[in-house]
C-alpha cells in the first residue's frame, strides 16, 4: 500500500504502471548469480515474460512461438519473477487524493509534514502504516550513532512488531518507564528490542517503571545508566510517539497510574505520559513529579517529533498533542486525517 506524505520541503506524486520485464542486459535487474541459478536460458525467461505482461499473449501463444509446452511457458514467468526480470507495482487509487488531504492537513496543524496512510485495519496497523512511517524516518536524516526515541503504546507496539525501516546504527531509546508493566503495549524495553530486531539498530533498555516510589526515582538520578539514558533523550534526533487516546476511552493504562484520580477525566490524551488538556495544557496528577518519562521540554526540542495515531476517537489527542508542541510531525490514515479537518474546520 502507497503511502502520502506532505512536508515543508517536498510532496508526493505517483502514476498508474504496469508489470514491466526489464532487459537482461540491465545490472539493476538480475545479478549474476541469480542468473546461474536459473533453470531456463535467461533470454528464453525474458522473451517469454515480454510477451505475456507487455504483449498480452496467452501462454497458448507464447508456447507456439517459442516451440515449448504450454506447462513450460508458466513455468517462464515465474522464473522471470523469481529472477528479479519484472517488476510489480501495486498503485493505491487514491493516491492523489490523500497527497491533497496530507498537504492540507500539514497546514491547519501548522506541522512540519503529515505522512498518510490512504487506510488502515487494526489487525494488520503494522504493516499498514509500514510506508509513512518509513518516509518519515527517511526524513530524519540518519547517521549511525543517532537516537531515535521510542514511547509506548499500542499503535507503536504494532509498528515495531511490523515492518519498520532500516535504521542501521541508530540506537533506539525508550521514552518511558514500564519495566514488567502486565501489558506488552507498555513494556518499553521489549517494543524497543522488537523495533531494533527489525530496523538493525541498537536497543537501549531503561531498567525502571513508570512511576517509581520516590526512594527509587532518587536513586535513579544516581543510576549511571538511567542518566545515559537521559542523555539520549536530550540529543534524539527523531522520535516515534503514539499518542494516547482520551483516559474516559480507555481499557488500561500504564502500572501504578493512580487512574481513579478525577483529574484523568480532563486529560483528552497523553504523549510519553506527558497527560494534556484540549487546548495542550498540561494534567499534572499524585505523583506526577517523579514520573519516569521525557519531559514535554525535552519532547518540544526533539527536531523530527513524530506523533503515530490513527482512529476518530484519537482526534482530540492528536490535536491536543499538536498544541502542547510535544509532536511537530504526524503519521496518520486518511480517515483520521478527514476527521482532524473537521474538527478544526
Not at 99 to 122: F, K, P, S
Not at 146 to 155: I, K, N, Q, R, W
Not at 160 to 186: E, I, K, R, S, Y
Request: charged letters at 20%.
Amino acid at each position: 500500500m502507497s503511502d502520502s506524505t506532505a512536508s515543508s520541503d517536498s510532496t508526493a506524486s505517483a502514476g498508474p504502471s504496469v508489470p514491466v520485464p526489464a532487459t537482461p542486459e540491465q545490472p539493476t535487474s538480475v545479478t549474476v548469480p541469480e542468473a546461474q541459478r536459473s533453470r531456463f536460458p535467461l533470454d528464453t525467461v525474458y522473451q517469454a515474460a515480454r510477451m505475456y505482461y507487455l504483449e498480452d499473449a496467452t501462454q497458448n501463444e507464447i508456447a507456439t512461438r517459442l516451440g515449448v509446452s504450454r506447462p513450460t511457458v508458466s513455468r517462464l514467468v515465474s522464473e522471470a519473477r523469481r529472477a528479479g526480470l519484472v517488476r510489480i507495482e501495486v498503485v493505491d487509487p487514491f493516491q492523489d487524493e490523500t497527497v491533497a488531504l496530507a498537504e492540507r492537513l500539514q497546514v491547519v496543524l501548522g506541522l512540519q509534514a503529515v505522512h498518510l496512510a490512504a487506510v488502515t485495519h487494526a489487525a494488520t496497523l503494522g504493516v499498514d502504516l509500514a510506508e509513512p512511517v518509513a518516509a518519515a524516518v527517511v526524513a530524519m536524516g540518519l547517521a549511525p550513532g543517532d537516537a531515535v526515541l521510542m514511547s509506548s503504546g499500542s499503535t507503536v507496539h504494532a509498528i515495531a512488531h511490523g515492518a519498520m525501516p532500516p535504521m542501521p546504527g541508530v540506537q533506539l531509546v525508550p521514552t518511558v518507564g514500564g519495566q514488567a508493566d502486565p501489558n506488552q503495549w507498555f513494556q518499553t524495553n521489549e517494543i524497543t528490542r522488537a523495533a531494533a530486531e527489525r530496523s538493525g539498530a541498537i536497543p537501549t533498555f531503561l531498567f525502571a517503571q513508570a512511576l517509581p516510589s520516590e526512594a527509587l526515582r532518587a536513586s535513579l538520578d544516581e543510576d549511571p545508566a538511567f542518566q545515559h539514558v537521559v542523555g539520549l533523550w536530550t540529543r534524539a534526533k527523531g522520535a516515534i510517539l503514539g499518542i494516547g487516546a482520551p483516559v474516559v476511552t480507555r481499557d488500561a493504562m500504564a502500572r501504578g497510574l493512580p487512574v481513579d484520580d478525577d483529574v484523568f477525566d480532563r486529560a483528552t490524551g497523553d504523549v510519553c505520559l506527558n497527560f494534556t488538556g484540549p487546548d495542550g495544557e498540561p494534567i499534572e496528577f499524585p505523583g506526577s513529579d517523579r514520573m519516569v518519562r521525557t519531559s514535554r521540554e525535552v519532547l518540544a526540542a526533539v527536531p523530527h517529533a513524530v506523533g503515530v495515531a490513527v482512529g476518530a476517537v484519537k482526534v482530540p489527542s492528536i490535536i491536543s498533542a499538536v498544541r502542547g508542541r510535544l509532536v511537530n510531525e504526524l503519521v496518520t490514515d486518511a480517515a483520521t486525517a478527514r476527521a482532524l479537518l473537521d474538527a478544526l474546520a
